[in-house]
């Protein structure tokens, strides 16, 4: 597994990232990259098949409605559907909590650090959001580029990381890459994406298939 460099998304011109800018570590059948100058970190083999089943099982119970994608995508639309099921980010942080590096370590020096009152060393990961988003795409459907907002229960107590998992959906997908700041994530099936809100980020055209991801947060709190 690699993350890549993508081109423009006109001409899909990807290479991949160099080597030594990557770190790489496999725990069992889990396999996890990271871009600690970047962050963002993926991760492959972490939810199990019940976990995914479990995880549709919300999708299916939650109203997926037609969402228009700008003017810029012409009539292109995606379906967008949400939850508070606690069974999301229980199954989301018992399976995140002991990979995620501590909130220090998420922001080397070498990267802006998120303005945070106190100071970056007083927080804490404290488990994944009650609301979770899905997005259903099909061919021809994608996402402008962007950046997430910080949800915020208090001034001690926000999200920082957004969290993507694609799920499957009986179907193959071609093209749907998500491109963050330029670092292009393939939508396997089960595959999480964890990285930065404040990096911009979109959803390549999907050529063929569909794509479900579901998106939730890593919230981080004061100790």
């Known amino acids: 597994m690699s993350l890549k460099k993508s081109g423009a998304a006109s001409d899909r011109a990807r290479e991949p990232v160099g080597e030594k800018r990557e770190a790489r570590r496999t725990i069992g059948p889990v396999a996890i990259v990271e ?3 970047a962050g963002i970190m993926v991760i492959d083999g972490l939810l199990s098949d019940d976990d995914q089943e479990q ?3 919300v999708v299916d119970s939650a109203e997926l409605t037609a969402q228009a994608l700008g003017r810029s995508s012409g009539s292109r639309t995606r379906r967008r559907g949400e939850s508070r ?3 999301v980010p229980r199954i ?3 399976r995140l909590e ?3 590096p501590p ?5 080397p020096d070498s990267r802006p650090r998120p303005k945070l009152e106190p100071e970056l060393d007083k927080w804490r990961w404290s488990g994944c959001n009650d609301f979770t988003r899905f997005y259903d795409y099909g061919p021809g459907d994608e996402f402008r580029p962007h950046f997430d907002e910080s949800w915020r229960a208090s001034p001690q107590r926000r999200s920082l990381l957004t969290v993507l998992v694609y799920l499957p959906t ?3 997908c071609d093209g749907g890459e998500t491109v963050v700041e330029g670092h292009a ?3 396997r099936t089960g595959r999480i994406a964890v990285f930065d809100h404040r990096l911009v980020h979109s959803g390549q055209p999907v050529l063929a298939g569909r794509k479900l991801v579901l998106r939730n947060d890593v919230i981080a709190e004061v100790t």
Not at 103 to 107: C, F, I, K, L, P
């Open 35 to 37: 871009r600690p100058d």
């Open 55 to 57: 995880l549709l099982a």
């Open 85 to 87: 099921s606690p069974e």
């Open 92 to 94: 989301l942080w018992s």
């Open 98 to 100: 002991s990979l995620l």
């Open 103 to 107: 909130v220090r370590e998420w922001y």
């Open 170 to 172: 009986g179907e193959s």
């Open 185 to 187: 994530i393939e939508p």
